[in-house]
């Protein structure tokens, strides 16, 4: 799988809505893949939610490449594409197939100009939820509240997780 | 009982664990090096994968009792069951590597990598058994909570376990820009390949180790005095040397990329089976044996047998930018186009210098702290950062990015003066 010409297109549709920090990158990046479209990166559980330490190479191999920069800027790295992309712009690239496209885009419309911090609440509420479930665990509504507790703290609100869990009901990501 | 380690001396192991150690699976681990193919560069680089994990499980322990002892952060028998469970993850962390190490995985089954087959290995061997008598002999001295299964060990290692926000803290003695499994290969390479590039000051870096906890939550960072810093730098230099002279050196590139090409035109459908018996069956020795046997019908067998090396013929600068990639296609389509395609081999070798953000703040909005090394400070209870303490490391921002072309001999010179035509004009 050509993970980097697949990583270009989405990388451009979400500078298109805002301009990424990693975090941000990261997170979207999961919810991309949770919908089916296969990037290859595998998620670990971090205090700040899933984070695929072959996606952050990734985003500094697209560097090396001329693909895009990542500006440091206060306290955040910033991905900017290039103006000239690179040299694997033209050739390289991988556009997303017929199947992959609107679900890309329903998933860029719903949560590409959400914050970090939302999108770090949403991704943890459902990477608890995957964990639950793979584990054979009871994997319902108190269950995934209480997983996110374990993990957060008192970082985010009952009502907060609730938000989150509701979202990813609305959206296709969990059936409870 | 103890086992005698070059690098570390006696180091102790006690009796379940040698079960463990005893055990097929780990043994297969004497006959995978270290380094793959590196000991026909530097030759005494003989060492495998089999000490090295027994290094990283001392290490690990060292570590864990450095950071963790006069601090009131677990309970004595949580502090007991911690170390226990990372003993075990440093012990199993390399089980699935194929033969010749790194050396070789391109030639996994697609989407699988080495930690995959380490999981299977882990759960679905004897290697199972002996974690769970462990597992038992705590569960009969702590109680149910203190169980440790193989499933544990495994989803602790991956980072997938949500039962325990310590867990993560855990992971990070052994995935992080401060593990140990760097701190054991960094020495035990230098030792064997007979270079100091990857030595450092173990006794202080361990000494400073330290944990930052969070004031808001209950987040644990493995972090490091202020006093150790120096040693800290000096170890991720070490780890950027060693990148640049032994694991990118080019004849063993070279090497790694010849055995993957054999590989993939002589094992089953070109990969390593995915089942875990047959894959178990696979080590250096029989790949070797594969070689030998193929090394009159093939080009690649025979280069390995007789050490052939092609010769490099361009080496872009070790921070190559996209501009040199430039250079490096334009080279390459004239060598082709003059000498044909057949008679060269590419290769592009990179690596980020450290993977330490330089600016962050513990809990970002818009970044990800995940890899930050806090530096614990006298003066004040905000950590420092490494844009903040260390000038070293702040400015080791270029990665290592090193594209090579490898000429047949037999055109060698003329492709090498093809390429100095090349930068003639470039420079004129």
Same mark, same amino acid.
């Given at each position: 799988m050509n993970k980097l010409g697949r990583l270009i297109p989405i990388i451009r549709e979400i500078s298109r809505v805002q301009k990424p920090g990693k975090k941000t990158l990261q997170k979207l990046v999961y919810l991309i893949e949770r919908k089916g479209i296969k990037l290859g990166f595998d998620y670990s559980i971090h205090y700040y939610g899933p984070y695929s330490s072959g996606l952050d190479y990734a985003i500094h191999r697209l560097e090396m490449q001329g693909v895009l920069k990542i500006n440091t800027e206060g306290m955040t790295h910033q991905i900017v594409l290039t103006e000239d992309g690179g040299l694997i712009w033209e050739g390289e690239e991988e556009t997303l197939s017929g199947e992959e496209l609107p679900l890309f885009e329903d998933v860029i419309a719903k949560f590409a100009a959400k914050s970090a911090y939302d999108l770090e609440i949403i991704t943890t509420t459902d990477y608890v939820a995957q964990q639950l479930k793979a584990n054979g665990e009871s994997w319902d509504h108190d269950s995934i509240v209480k997983g996110v507790k374990k993990i957060k703290g008192d970082k985010f609100t009952q009502e907060k997780i609730e938000e989150a869990i509701a979202i990813l009901q609305k959206e296709g990501y969990l059936e409870l | 009982m103890d086992f005698r380690d070059p690098i570390h001396g006696f180091i102790p192991v006690r009796p379940l664990e040698r079960k463990i150690i005893d055990s097929r699976p780990f043994q !297969? $681990? !004497?006959?995978? =090096?270290? $380094?793959? $193919?590196t000991n026909l560069v530097y030759h005494g680089a003989e060492h495998t994968r089999f000490g090295h994990s027994i290094g990283v499980m001392h290490l690990v322990t060292r570590a864990f009792k450095a950071v963790v002892t006069n601090k009131d952060l677990f309970s004595e028998e949580q502090k007991e069951w911690y170390e226990q469970i990372l003993r075990l993850m440093a012990l199993t962390h390399d089980l699935g590597h194929a033969p010749f190490s790194h050396g070789s995985e391109a030639v996994f089954p697609d989407s699988l990598v080495h930690e995959d087959y380490t999981d299977n290995i882990i759960m679905n061997t004897e290697i199972a058994d002996y974690i769970r008598e462990i597992g038992q002999e705590f569960v009969t001295k702590y109680g149910e909570e203190y169980n440790i299964t193989p499933e544990l060990i495994c989803s602790i290692y991956r980072g997938r376990n949500i039962s325990n926000p310590d867990f993560i803290f855990l992971r990070k003695f052994l995935d992080s820009e401060l593990d140990c499994d760097k701190m054991d290969y960094l020495l035990r390479d230098s030792y064997y390949c007979g270079v100091n590039y990857g030595r450092y000051d173990l006794e202080r870096l361990i000494s400073t180790l330290t944990v930052y906890k969070e004031e808001n939550n209950k987040n644990l960072y493995l972090a490091i005095e202020k006093g150790g810093l120096y040693a800290f730098e000096e170890f991720v230099l070490a780890r950027y040397f060693m990148f640049i002279q032994v694991y990118f050196h080019r004849t063993r590139r070279f090497l790694d990329k010849i055995l993957v090409e054999f590989l993939k035109k002589n094992l089953p459908d070109g990969k390593y089976p995915e089942d875990i018996d047959e894959y178990l069956s696979w080590n250096d020795n029989v790949v070797w044996r594969l070689i030998k046997d193929s090394q009159d019908k093939d080009e690649y067998a025979n280069r390995l047998m007789n050490r052939r090396i092609m010769k490099c013929v361009y080496e872009s600068p070790t921070h190559s930018e996209y501009n040199d990639r430039r250079i490096f296609n334009l080279i390459k389509n004239e060598l082709e186009e003059k000498?044909? =395609?057949?008679n060269f081999i590419y290769d592009s070798a990179d690596k980020l210098a450290h993977k330490i953000p330089l600016k962050h703040t513990i809990d970002s909005e818009q970044d990800i702290p995940e890899q930050a090394i806090p530096i614990i400070l006298d003066h004040t209870k905000t950590p420092g950062t490494i844009s903040t303490e260390s000038g070293v490391i702040k400015n080791m921002t270029e990665p290592i990015n090193i594209w090579r072309i490898y000429a047949k001999e037999e055109m060698a010179v003329r492709a090498k003066n093809l390429v100095n035509d090349i930068f003639n004009k470039m420079s004129s």
């Open positions: - | !297969r $681990l !004497r006959h995978i =090096k270290q $380094l793959s $193919l000498f044909g =395609k057949d």
